[in-house]
């Protein structure tokens, strides 16, 4: 099994700043990536960001200079920076681990829970 145990979610003024992390443990060989998604009602799972095995780091246009996504300091974490935050970052946010597959020679996902941010205008 593996889990995410995501912290840092809350509600902030539009313009604040949170700070998302998360940790993944459990049995974990290798992370082909990690990063954060995003949700609201009746839209699609969005990318936040999300860096690879390499250390590419993809984000959301709509986050790109706003956000950073950093490996944190636990081993198989990751921490979200989010900045000039906008009542449109609003959302549920998801941690994402996506971990290599030895069998299937293909990623295998695993998500968090979801953490609440709300941008009050």
């Known amino acids: 099994q593996v889990q995410l145990k995501e912290s840092g979610g809350g509600s902030v003024e539009a313009g604040g700043s949170l700070r998302l992390s998360c940790a993944a443990s459990?049995?974990?060989?290798?992370?082909?990536?990690m990063g954060w998604y995003r949700q609201t009602p009746g839209n699609p799972r969005e990318l936040v960001a999300s860096?690879?095995?390499?250390?590419?780091?993809n984000y959301s246009p709509a986050v790109k200079g706003r956000f950073t996504l950093s490996r944190g300091n636990a081993k198989n974490s990751v921490s979200l920076q989010m900045n000039s935050l906008k009542p449109e970052d609003a959302a549920v946010y998801l941690c994402?681990?996506?971990?290599?597959?030895?069998?299937?020679?293909?990623?295998?996902?695993?998500w968090g829970q979801g953490t609440q941010v709300t941008v009050i205008s």
């Open positions: 994402h681990v996506e971990l290599f597959n030895s069998d299937t020679y293909d990623g295998f996902d695993y």
């Open positions: 459990g049995s974990i060989f290798k992370i082909n990536a």
């Open positions: 860096i690879d095995s390499k250390d590419i780091i």
